[in-house]
T-cell receptor, first 116, second 114 residues
Framework: AQKITQTQPGMFVQEKEAVTLDCTYD???????LFWYKQPSSGEMIFLIYQGSYDQQNATEGRYSLNFQKARKSANLVISASQLGDSAMYFC?????????????FGTGTSLTVIP | GAVVSQHPSRVICKSGTSVKIECRSL??????MFWYRQFPKKSLMLMATSNEGSKATYEQGVEKDKFLINHASLTLSTLTVTSAHPEDSSFYIC??????????FGPGTRLTVL
């Protein structure tokens, strides 16, 4: 089974609007971390936000927030007030276990295009 | 934050030649480095886990004789694509694990084999 599933290959959003990128995950480990990365056309992976499995509150980082629904095993990324520079690929990733050195499992990504 | 570099950022080579890609942790020591491969508009796929001073652990389906990994020091891991062919053309990304356990990604290397 896929560890990380992103069902939206492409998304469009109007500038200044909010957009939600979906991510569901599959693990039997009670301890895990969920990540979102942005990958512009240059290729570098830019860390956006992190949610730990034991975190009580949803993570927020500036315009990024993570809608963590543990029972549904979903970790959707919400980008508020979209900007043209937000156009990029977005990857959801999971790391299982308590060891933060463990490998990442990545989803297939969502291509976001912000329309002026 | 911690910085990981990759060299070269882009490389074009002829079929049959070998190409070495370096992954360096610039301001921390990395006991573990990971090598990923990414095809256009696809996800990152883990190729191997590289531990300093020991043999790399390869994921299923990755040819260890084709993709040679050397992690000779705490700040450098190298991936050598031997006898490269056009199907090896891809984007290769490394990540490095700091001693305090967080991981950081390199900027990637785009390999084109003609």
């Amino acid at each position: 089974a896929q560890k990380i599933t992103q069902t939206q290959p492409g998304m469009f959003v109007q500038e200044k609007e909010a957009v939600t990128l979906d991510c569901t995950y599959d693990t039997s480990d009670p301890s895990y971390g969920l990540f979102w990365y942005k990958q512009p056309s240059s290729g570098e992976m830019i860390f956006l936000i992190y949610q730990g499995s034991y975190d009580q509150q949803n993570a927020t980082e500036g315009r990024y927030s993570l809608n963590f629904q543990k029972a549904r095993k979903s970790a959707n990324l919400v980008i508020s007030a979209s900007q043209l520079g937000d156009s990029a690929m977005y990857f959801c990733a999971m790391r299982e276990g308590r060891n933060t050195g463990n490998q990442f499992y990545f989803g297939t990504g969502t291509s976001l295009t912000v329309i002026p | 934050g911690a910085v990981v570099s990759q060299h070269p950022s882009r490389v074009i080579c002829k079929s049959g030649t070998s190409v070495k890609i370096e992954c360096r942790s610039l301001d921390f020591q990395a006991t573990t480095m990971f090598w990923y491969r990414q095809f256009p508009k696809k996800s990152l796929m883990l190729m191997a886990t590289s531990n300093e001073g020991s043999k790399a652990t390869y994921e299923q389906g990755v040819e260890k004789d084709k993709f040679l990994i050397n992690h000779a020091s705490l700040t450098l891991s190298t991936l050598t694509v031997t006898s490269a062919h056009p199907e090896d053309s891809s984007f290769y990304i490394c990540s490095a694990r700091a001693h305090y356990n967080e991981q950081f990604f390199g900027p990637g290397t785009r390999l084109t084999v003609l």
